[in-house]
DNA sequence: CTGAAAGCGCTAACAC
DNA sequence: GTGTTAGCGCTTTCAG
């Protein structure tokens, strides 16, 4: 069907295009019955404006580009959403960007966001957050990244604290006695993983002692699970941190399954609360992130850059809370 | 930072911005010796094609427009890696566009979409399809629907033949003298609900009998397993089939809290596999569902509608592979 | 094989 | 207040 155009709107409303133009985009100085005129023909003839030529005579295209590790799109579902929701309200579209190993390298991905002219790039941190936020530098566009604490000339990020979260945990279980306290590798999320461990090494810094327990898993291990059946044979702990639901889980399971009690023989933390922690026997302590939030505020930083408020803070840290459930004593 | 545009390679390459188009589009009569010229032109300015121009020049946007509810965004995570993994390949961009209860209206997702002037839309099904569809009919845009069996004009559609993968399970269950089986409403994904509710009225219809066991969640129950926690003490049952991992996993959780044992005094089986599905204990039966496979094939389709190949089968049904695991016996 | 020029639909000075 | 006009960056006839 062919689309109408601002000019069929003018003809039929009897004034120029730029009329036309004006009452679309709310110019105040249109009398109110020229306006009335062309809001009548514009109705009347279902004339949507045609973003990519306003795109194209405002040299801005309200659109951003948004880039997801594809093996990240589902954690980051909730973000998204949050993510989704402030764009409509400040009517920007999101190109979404699934980087894929094998498929879709991160070059190809930039080339197609700087074809595609984006106003802003929101990148959901990984491994490859480096390398897309040295190739897009060049091109002086406004970014904000979800997940990490990094920002630089046109560079906000949101995060969620992951580092003080470990921090509060194993420094409770410091002051209660327990040093005990081992914290499981999450390839999937390395940049969390490291935080967690910062975490744990400052709460055994402060009390003179030294964090040794972070568990690599290593790179031909298939799954958590296969790994941790054989590590907790050899290895006890007091308290077992996980980052991932699944992980969580897969304590849980091996727990089980090696006769060591959770909780009274093991703690078990999640530190990524998700509707499945509270589904397992015994139900998982875990902290509850403000996913939706994060791509919230997100969002909501990257429309202040565009609009060039200034943008006191451009590290932006989100709290969460801590849900104590059966896999910790009291 | 200025982009360059196509003037500054051809004056650059001392060719016209004609040429230079030319060769920027693979038009095969140029000659070599120019096409050189205007290459190291393009490289030595990091020249890239506005997007944005092209599509007004073309009229077409390279773009698509995904409608995704807010509530599935999850579960369609692999689904949209499949989709953003085809898409990539053919060179189109997707949208995204969520559409969230109170905050993103149908409609205005719509009008979103016309004047963005994507080239066709694919649409994640719910609930809110008819709407859509109906709105976006009338601009004569070319549609795909992923997860439900439709078709027209200018609508294709992909999806998983839920109503066979539960016809087949109750069936080999009636075959066994075991016709106590009830079906567990999803009210997240209602469709799917009523395909494996046609699915067992045919399997029992075949042997002659009536299906009657289907289990209506009522709005004002919280969830899936504060509900099953009353229904399972008056109502017992050889095989409780339920779509979603999370529903499945209640069913578990239940049967052990009221001392039902699984697989031997209730077999359950979840529907739609998941990483979980064989995290919980005992690890479910289930359904391994193609989800990236059905993003890939949507994206397919609505190519080919693009490319104006004819599309001999306008609704593309995908099969699924039955996994038993220790929810059910033998 | 290449260049000139019109046009895609809209915005934004600049006139009137 | 409203109209005229020159772009925005690119593609595509049509000449040559």
Known sequence: MKRVTIY????????????????????????????????????????????IAQGLALQKSTTLGLIVPESSLSYASQTINGLADVAKIYDYNIIIHTITEGISKIEDVVEEIIKSRVDGVLIYCDKTLDESTNLLKQYNIPMV??????????????????????????????????????????????????????????????????????????????????????????????????NRDSQAIACLNVA?????????????????????????RPELSSFIMPSYDLGALAMRLMTKMLSGEEVEEKEKTLGYVYQVRESTLN
């Open 145 to 242: 990244v979800i997940g990490d604490r990094i920002s630089s000339d046109n560079i906000c990020s949101a995060f969620i604290d992951y580092e003080q979260a470990s921090y509060e945990l194993i420094a409770s279980y410091l002051d209660k006695g327990i040093d005990n306290i081992a914290i499981l590798e999450d390839r999937r999320n390395s940049n969390i993983s490291q935080e967690l461990l910062e975490g744990g090494k400052k709460a055994f810094k402060e009390k003179g002692k030294e964090f040794d327990s972070y568990i690599s898993i290593p790179r031909e291990s298939r799954s958590t699970y296969k790994f941790l059946k054989d590590y907790l044979k050899d290895n006890k702990h007091k308290l077992l941190i996980a």
């Open 8 to 51: 069929e709107v003018a003809k039929e409303a009897n004034v120029s295009l730029a009329t036309v133009s004006r009452v679309i985009n709310g110019s105040d100085v249109v009398k109110e019955e020229t306006r009335k005129k062309v809001e009548e023909a514009i109705n009347k003839l279902g004339y949507k404006p045609n973003a």
């Open 256 to 280: 089980a399954e090696n006769g060591i009690k959770v909780p009274d023989d093991m703690e078990v933390v999640c530190m990524t609360d998700s509707k499945y922690t509270s589904m397992s």
